[in-house]
C-alpha cells in the first residue's frame, strides 16, 4: 500500500527538491552552527532567520526506539497494519530526529541500537520520501 | 468587553517569583453534567449545550450565585476532538434544530457568547474568545478575577462526543500530508499525545529499567478511583474494574500502548465558579484558594520529543508552578497530574517530586501502595482514564480532597494543598489550590 505523499510548501520546498534528487538537506545556521530539521522560518536556538542556509548532511544514523502501529488512524495506512514506526537520530547530530518505516525489517522486529543509512522511497510519480535502512 | 488578547494573564516564563494574587482568588463552586459516552444526535436533553448549561447552573446553585452576579466567562470553544484533531475532528455538517441549537454551537461546540444568549447572562464583561484547553483556561479566570477583570466568573470544559470513530475523517482519510503533517503523516504518524509520549516512554523504559506494563498498577488503581468518583463515566456505566491480567492481555494500539492506556472520549461537560478570596468567605461553599497557575508551551526541537526535552520540560514545569506558589515537593498533599495517555504521567510524578518521587522512580512507585486510603494516594481522581476524557476530574477531585467531600475516595492523609492539571509534557498548565488562603 503507498505512503501518504507530502505536498511541499515554500518553506519546505528546497528540502522536498533535495529528496526527489536522493539527497538529505537540512537547514543550517551559518551563526550559531545548529542543524534544523524540519525546516523552520527561522533557527529555534538563536533566532536568525537571515543565517539559515541548506547543507547536505550524511545519510548515516541509529535507531533509537521504535514502536508497532496497529490501529492507527490513516485510511491510507491502514491495509499497512502492523508497520514499525522508529525514530531515528541524525549521527551528525543526535538531537536531530526522523522517523523511519524501517523498510525490510519485519514489524515487531526492529533493532533498537542499530545504525542506519539513508534512502529514498517513491511514494508518488516523481515524489521521494527519505527512509531509513539498517546496516547489515 | 475585555478579550484575552488584550490582557496579559499567562505565567508561561521563568523567574516570576510568588504569584501576586496568591490565595486572593479562590473557587466556590463547581458543576458537572451527567458523562454519556457520545450524543445520540437527536435527544436535546443531552446535547452538549444543555450539559453545560446544567453544569453552569449546579456551579452557581453550589457558590450560591446567581445569574445576574456572574461578570465573566471562560469557556473553551473547541470540542474534545478539536484543536489537534484538525479536520478529522469535525462531525458537521448535520442538520440543525431549532435556536439555540441552530448551528453547531450547542451542538459540538460551546462557546461564551452561545452560553450567555441561551443562559440569559446580562451582566458578563469578560468573556474572550479564542479561549485553550482546560489547563489553561483556569489560570485565565485566576488572574482576571485578581487583576479585576472580573470579579464572578464561570470556567466551563465542554468535550463532546458523536458516533463515529474519534478522528478518522477529514485529514486522516486524505492520501496527501499538508502543513506539519508532511513530516509526520507520510511515515504513519497521525499526530496527538500518545505518538509523542510513546517514543519518550520507550525511552524511558530503556534508560531506567522496566517494562511498559509496569504501569498496569498505576492504570488499574486510576480505574478503581474512577469508581469512587460519582460524577465520572466509570462509576455511572458500571464499568468492570480490570485486574493486571486484563491489562497485560489488552488489545495494542501503538504497541507498546495499549487500548487500557488510553482515555475514553466522552459527551459531558464541567463548570467552576472562580471568585475572589474575599466575595467567596461569603458564599453558600467552602472556597478552596488559587495559591498559583503557570502555564507552558515548548517548541520541540526536531520531529520527535526525546526523553531529554520531556524530562527538561517538565522539570521547569515544577520549577515555575512551585516558585510562583511559595511551596516545594514535600508541601503538596494531593497530586492530581494528567493521565489522558498513562505513558506521560511518570514524566509529571517524577519532575515535580511528588512524595519524593525521583527520575527514573515511578515504576517502583506504581507498584506500592498508590490507593486513596494509603499514604501515598497519588491521582486521587482517578483522572481521565478512571472518569472519561472529561479533562477536569484532576480540578473537581482536588476541590474536593480540600473541602473534605470527596466521600469514598477522601484521603486518610493530609489535604490542605492540591496540584492539578490537564497538560502535556510540552503545553498546558498547572493549578496550586489550598485549604487556607495562605
Redesign the interface.
Known sequence: MP???????EL?QPFWDAVNQRRLALQNCTVCGKL???PQAAC?VCGSADGLEWKDVEGKGHV??????????????MP?Q??N?A?VTLDQDP???????LPGVAA?QAP?GAAVELTFEE?APGQL?HEWRVVE | MTSSNDFRWRRDTDGLGVWEHRGKVAIAGYGHSPVDRRWDGVNLDASLGAYTIMACEKAMEQAGVTIDQVDGIVCCDSHIAGGSGGSASNWAPRPYFDAPYDSEYGITLINAQWLIGAMGFKNVKFAPTGVPTIGEMVGMASQAVGDGVCNTCLVIYPTGNLEGRYRRGGENADDYARGARQWTVPWGNHGGNDFINIFPHNQYCLKYGGEHDDLAPFVINQHKNGMLTPWGFNYNHDIEPISVEDYKSSRYILNPLRIWDCDRPVNASAAYLFTTAERAQDMKSQPVYVLNHSQHNFRFRTTQPDLDEVEMWTDKQAARMYEGAGLGPADVDIFNPYDGYSIMTQFFLEGFQWHGVKRGDAFAFYSGDISVKGPHPFSSSGGNLGNGRTRTAMYTDSIEQLRGTAGDRQVAVKAETALCAFTTPSSGGWLMLGKYPS
Not at chain 1, 3 to 9: Q, S
Not at chain 1, 64 to 77: K, M, P, S, Y
Open positions: 505512503k501518504i505523499i507530502p505536498v511541499p510548501d519546505s534544523q530539521y524540519p529555534q533509537a526506539t521504535c514502536i508497532v502501529i496497529e490501529d492507527g488512524r490513516l485510511n491510507r495506512r499497512d502492523p508497520y514506526l525514530l538531537t536531530v530526529n526522523f522517523y523511519s518505516n515487531y533498537i511514494v520520501i
